[in-house]
Nanobody
Framework: VQLQASGGGLVQAGGSLRLTCAASGRTFRSYGWFRQAPGKEREFVATLRSSGNRIVYADSVKGRFTISRDNAKNTVFLEMSSLKPEDTAVYYC??????????????????WGQGTLVTVSS
C-alpha cells in the first residue's frame, strides 16, 4: 500500500488549496488527513469512511476544510479554504481500519503518505 500526497504550497491568508492523496493497493475502512506544525505534535484534521457514512473534522478546520474521496480512482482530497497562518504545517494522508472512537487518532492508521507542506502567509 502506498499513499502519495500532493498539492501543498505557499498561499496567502484567506486563500485556498486542494490536497490530493493517491492511494494504491487495497481499500481501507477510513482515510484521514493529519498535520504537523514545527515543534508541535501531529494533529487530526479530518477523516472519512470509504463507505461514505462518516466524516469528522477537527473543530479548528470545521466549515473551512472539506474531505472527500473518489472511490473509482482511490483518491482522497482535502479542500482547504479561508486558510489561516496557523494552518501552516506538513499535511499527511493516512489509511487504516480504526474503530469509530479512534478514527481521529494517529494510532488508528497504519499507512501514511510522505507529507506535503502547506505554508500560509499573513
Amino acid at each position: 500500500v502506498q499513499l502519495q500526497a500532493s498539492g501543498g504550497g505557499l498561499v496567502q491568508a484567506g486563500g485556498s488549496l486542494r490536497l490530493t492523496c493517491a492511494a494504491s493497493g487495497r481499500t481501507f475502512r477510513s482515510y484521514g488527513w493529519f498535520r504537523q506544525a514545527p515543534g508541535k505534535e501531529r494533529e487530526f484534521v479530518a477523516t472519512l469512511r470509504s463507505s461514505g457514512n462518516r466524516i469528522v473534522y477537527a473543530d479548528s478546520v470545521k466549515g473551512r476544510f472539506t474531505i472527500s474521496r473518489d472511490n473509482a480512482k482511490n483518491t482522497v482530497f482535502l479542500e482547504m479554504s479561508s486558510l489561516k497562518p496557523e494552518d501552516t504545517a506538513v499535511y499527511y494522508c493516512a489509511a487504516g481500519n480504526p474503530i469509530i472512537t479512534a478514527d481521529s487518532a494517529p494510532d488508528g492508521y497504519i499507512h501514511w503518505g510522505q507529507g506535503t507542506l502547506v505554508t500560509v502567509s499573513s
